[in-house]
């Protein structure tokens, strides 16, 4: 924590990251890409084919790593899945540790629970990182003795520690949190402990080796350190990464450190933000820290309006800003938020003259047959060679997406006949149980008359118009 900065940041939020991975991506592992050359593997990392747009998202990648060039736009453009979303997530797998990847979805920014402009400041402001550097006072060394002195009724803990490295011997005293903390760690005399002084944050390094008579008591897992020699307070640099919106979270004081893993954060106000800003600037100046440029993703573009378009215009040409990928399937189609004007892939012209685009193509049998298998070893579906066949003759004539939901309902009705591999006839069948697009359709043109309608109205009756009259 940098309580010493006057602002309080988070090291652990880390690992909520991932959360929003979705499972229909799940096999994919990163962008397939041979490093050395910047040259897309044919089928690697699972990813298969789109060669070009893989490659464009490594170069991407590179200058995110370099971590140098912030606020430009990125427009992946291609029909429906394509791997758009796929090689997104690609990017998402392969950017370092530490550096934030924001997925947003377009709809996402219609909440009712903040503004658009405050659901979008926030996604930036996610996708930045701070690396802040700090030192820490830690207490270094081996306990030689815990003493806890409960009250009668178990209120009020007091305590004493003792603590020594090779060359010194101190008794500290223990309040409650310390008594918990030691406890909650199972600290023994024996241990080789760190105390950071700011948190209270206990951490244990091993046992001493002085102790190691106790092996057989201890287990074969107990790793065995040196008792600490020199002064028993020393001063620790530690590195850790944190958002601009989670720095933003916890100093807001109406919502703090629970609403980051509530997620529950509402609108922060304007104020806060400014003050963060300057803080990091700081920071910046004084070499405590380093900003990180994430990657922003925001999936099906062409659904966020006007506003929205002109806020992220603005907001690329901020210090602060991160590379921001979207993606949209749409050709000529009208700008949300307009009354009439249409525009390619849903942009604004102003806001399409400021972005690249890279486009995704439609696959070829081949690739969608490698897809779809990528796709059932990853859900563990075992399919027959003609099974598959068939899965990849129907991803290429309706949707590769169908063709992959197909897996899984294919394996339900093998299941049900208690068969390990996927037959031909199971998948038949799961074509016959669900539709793709065009079969439904068809179906509803067939049906028209008898589905409710835009205005509403839906005939009744099973005749046409003369039943109604009987
Ligand atoms: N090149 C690819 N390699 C492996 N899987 C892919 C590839 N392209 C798409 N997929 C998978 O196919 C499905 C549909 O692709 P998706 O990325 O959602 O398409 P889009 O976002 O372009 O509509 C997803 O499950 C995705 O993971
Ligand atoms: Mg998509």
């Not at 998948?427 to 065009?438: N, P």
Request: charged share 25%; hydrophobic share 40%; glycine share 8%.
């Amino acid at each position: 924590m940098a309580a010493n900065l006057g602002i309080q940041t988070v090291g652990e939020a880390k690992e909520l990251r991932g959360l929003n991975l979705i499972a229909a991506h799940s096999h994919i592992r990163g962008l397939g890409i041979d490093i050395e050359r910047l040259e897309p593997r044919a089928s690697s990392q699972g990813l298969v084919g789109q060669l070009k747009a893989r490659k464009a998202a490594a170069v991407i990648l590179q200058m995110v790593k370099e971590g140098k060039i912030a606020g430009r736009a990125v427009l992946m453009a291609g029909p429906p899945s394509t791997g758009k979303t796929a090689i997104a997530m690609g990017i998402a797998q392969s950017l370092g540790q530490d550096v934030p990847f924001t997925m947003l979805a377009s709809s996402e920014i219609y909440s009712l629970e903040m503004s658009k402009t405050e659901a979008l400041t926030q996604a930036f402001r996610k996708s930045i990182g701070v690396r802040i550097k700090e030192e820490s006072e830690m207490i270094e060394g081996e306990v030689v003795e815990i003493q806890i002195d409960r009250s009668v009724t178990g209120a009020n803990k007091q305590g004493k520690l003792t603590m020594k490295t090779t060359d010194m011997e101190t008794i500290y005293d223990l309040g409650g949190k310390m008594i918990d903390g030691l406890s909650k760690e199972k600290v023994m005399a024996g241990d080789v402990i760190s105390i950071d002084k700011s948190t209270g944050k206990i951490t244990k390094l091993g046992r001493s080796y002085t102790r190691s008579r106790d092996y057989d008591a201890m287990g074969a897992d107990t790793k065995f350190v040196q008792c600490p020699d020199g002064e028993l307070q020393k001063r620790k640099e530690v590195v850790h990464t944190v958002s601009l919106h989670e720095i933003d979270v916890i100093n807001s004081r109406t919502q703090g450190f629970l609403a980051l893993f509530s997620g529950d954060t509402g609108e922060i106000r304007a104020e806060v933000r400014d003050q963060i800003n300057t803080k990091v600037a700081e920071w910046r100046e004084e070499g405590k820290a380093e900003i990180v440029p994430g990657v922003l993703f925001i999936d099906e573009v062409h659904m966020l309006d006007i506003e929205c378009f002109a806020y992220i215009n603005r907001a690329l040409e901020d210090e602060l800003a991160p590379i921001v990928i979207m993606a949209s399937n749409r050709a000529d189609t009208r700008i949300r938020g307009t009354d009439r004007q249409r525009s390619v892939h849903g942009l604004p012209v102003d806001f399409l003259d400021r972005v690249v685009i890279v486009p995704t193509y439609p696959y070829n049998q081949e690739e969608i047959g490698q897809i779809i298998s990528i796709r059932a070893q990853e859900e563990e579906v075992e399919l027959s060679a003609d099974a598959l066949a068939l899965l990849t003759k129907i991803g290429k004539e309706t949707s590769l997406r169908y063709g992959s939901h197909l897996i899984t309902t294919s394996n339900l009705i093998a299941a049900k006949r208690k068969a390990n591999v996927v037959a031909i006839q199971d998948v038949q069948k799961a074509y016959t149980l669900f539709y793709d697009q065009a079969r439904s359709v068809k179906f509803l043109q067939e049906y028209e008359s008898k589905m409710i309608g835009d205005d509403g109205a839906a005939e009744m009756g099973l005749g046409g118009p003369d039943a109604m009259e009987m």
